[in-house]
């Protein structure tokens, strides 16, 4: 297939993205005394928090809008990394209506590799901005799921362009800027659809059932992240039969098919509970990481060094 844009040469890329990564990281305020709850970590469509910790009247708006964009930048690597691995197999699924088997036997660790270099400067816009709209729809008097309802409009409508894109990077497909905006309806009515799900189901769960410990903490997040995927799923369908090529696409008697949602949604709904419940695990670690990374940047550089020269090699073979 033809590249949409030509190929950057490795070195220059991986010197470029090295520094890029070090200035964000380095530059970024890690506020670890007022780090919120991991349980805001990722999301595939509408990927964060519905709710946010009520303000106080001492809270200061600006302060509170950089410390979310900072903490949405620590969720923006965990789910990139988790994303480079689920996304093209969810979507394969979704789109392609493969088999479970047919879509796993399309990865490669290549791929992974290639797209992940897609997910974390894409997430690096997305989670900061989803975290800056929730935390200023937090001082507004919105009800907890009217606030998901407003930010996954918002989220959707400023950031679809970005998930368009990174699609299509997944499928590995041309990128065309008139196509950024494809399947705006079934994508903003889904991520409604998402907000609202994931805030309902969340209160009925949290308010029934109290894990103990970490683990049943993020099991129980991961079960949410389940069910409101489930719930938003007709739409989230309905995203996918709109995003297919014109030259391969399903009729609809065969793309809506009973065995294809099933399999669509119910194998896409469990990867990304999982995957988020694995985030939240992750994340705290993460962001502890990064703290001692900042007051060592001869680390973080030795590690973007080496990571930037084994995916260089990789994108080689």
């Not at 919120?36 to 999301?43: F, S």
């Not at 964009?69 to 493969?98: D, H």
């Not at 799921?145 to 400023?158: A, D, E, H, K, P």
């Not at 129980?220 to 090529?245: D, H, K, M």
Request: hydrophobic share 50%.
């Amino acid at each position: 297939m033809r590249e949409s844009v030509a190929k950057p040469r490795s070195g220059r890329w991986w010197a470029f993205a090295a520094a890029a990564a070090y200035c964000a990281f380095h530059g970024t305020t890690w506020d670890h005394g007022a780090r919120r709850h991991p349980d805001l970590t990722l999301v595939m469509a509408a990927e964060a928090e519905e709710s946010a910790p009520p303000a106080t009247p001492q809270s200061n708006f600006m302060g509170k809008v950089i410390g979310a964009a900072a903490q949405g930048a620590t969720a923006a690597l965990v789910a990139a990394i988790l994303s480079a691995v689920t996304e093209p197999l969810v979507n394969r699924l979704l789109v392609k209506r493969m088999t479970f088997a047919q879509a796993y036997s399309e990865l490669s660790l290549n791929l992974v590799a290639n797209f992940f270099l897609t997910t974390f400067p894409t997430n690096m816009l997305k989670f900061p901005a989803f975290e800056v709209i929730n935390i200023m729809l937090s001082f507004t008097s919105l009800a907890g799921s009217v606030r998901g309802v407003v930010n996954g409009w918002l989220f959707c409508t400023i950031m679809l362009p970005v998930t368009n894109y990174r699609f299509r990077k997944s499928m590995g497909w041309e990128i065309k800027p008139s196509l950024l905006y494809q399947a705006y309806i079934p994508t903003v009515a889904r991520d409604i659809i998402y907000g609202f799900a994931r805030a309902y189901v969340g209160s009925m769960i949290t308010g029934s059932w109290t894990p103990e410990g970490v683990v049943g903490k993020a099991f129980q997040f991961g079960v949410v992240i389940w069910a409101a995927c489930i719930i938003s799923s007709p739409c989230n369908e309905w995203r996918g039969y709109t995003l297919q090529p014109p030259d391969r696409k399903l009729p609809f008697s065969v793309y809506f098919k009973p065995i294809n949602y099933l399999r669509s949604t119910g194998i896409g709904a469990t990867i990304m509970g999982i995957a988020l419940m694995m985030g939240m695990l992750v994340n705290p670690y993460a962001e502890a990481c990064f703290g001692y990374l900042k007051g060592h940047p001869a680390y973080l550089v030795l590690g973007l060094v080496l990571v930037g020269f084994v995916m260089g090699l990789m994108k080689k073979k």
